[in-house]
């Protein structure tokens, strides 16, 4: 029960202080050896995978941020929040995307015309779509709220999360807010050229296994934008 949750967190991290909570989100060694810890994080991931096959994305999103109604977050609250972090992120990346595809659809009737002009930044050098995508989701948060190398290493160590064994719709969710991050923070962490991309190429091998084609019209229609440059 939360009694028991919040027992296991003052054991294990020793005071209410926020900062204690960000690493729980990449550092899973401090928690994972709890029962307690590792059923809520579970099942709390569970909701949010049924919500995303459910075709609510943005539910998805609100399950992964733990939003609540004008209330203090209590302390099992708090740490669910952290250690979803990375979900939050690759929700947040999947909900702009079903946008962006929507927006092509409204904009140009195909996905042809959305493929077509390549937009140059204030140097003049050609950038690609998926380059135009981060940066609009970039400009969406605050700069001071947001530490992309967090966002990255949160993105690359899920709790409970396995590539190998992983359903194809969170699987393409991950791998587009990998896709994302490592091209966001690639400012202050020396990332390999190709790693955004190869995330993308995972993206849509996911999407293609999934096989529920109407539930996936709209992701497939934003990647063949995003991905025209591959």
């Keep these: 029960g939360a009694g028991a949750l919040a027992e296991a967190l003052r054991g294990g991290e020793g005071g209410d202080d926020e900062d204690c909570f960000a690493t729980f989100a990449y550092d899973h060694r401090q928690w994972w050896n709890r029962p307690e810890l590792r059923t809520a994080v579970v099942a709390w991931k569970r909701c949010l995978v049924e919500a995303l096959h459910a075709g609510c994305a943005a539910r998805a999103l609100n399950v992964a941020r733990v939003e609540l109604s004008g209330r203090p977050a209590s302390t099992c609250e708090r740490f669910l929040r952290s250690t979803m972090s990375g979900y939050a992120s690759a929700m947040q990346w999947w909900v702009q995307l079903e946008r962006f595809a929507v927006e092509?659809?409204?904009?140009?009737?195909?996905?042809?015309?959305?493929?077509?002009a390549v937009q140059e930044d204030s140097s003049g050098s050609a950038?690609?779509?998926l380059s135009e995508f981060v940066a609009r989701g970039m400009a969406a948060v605050p700069e001071e709220d947001l530490d992309w190398d967090f966002e990255w290493r949160a993105l690359m160590w899920l709790p409970g999360f396995s590539s190998e064994s992983e359903g194809p719709l969170l699987l393409a969710a991950v791998e587009l807010g990998r896709a994302c991050v490592s091209l966001a923070s690639g400012a202050t962490r020396s990332a390999a050229d190709d790693a955004p991309w190869n995330h993308i190429v995972n993206t849509v091998v996911s999407l293609l296994r999934a096989g529920d084609l109407p539930l996936l019209a709209a992701p497939l229609r934003g990647l063949s934008a995003l991905a025209r440059r591959l």
């Design 104 to 116: 092509l659809s409204d904009e140009s009737g195909s996905i042809a015309a959305a493929e077509g």
């Design 127 to 129: 950038r690609t779509s």
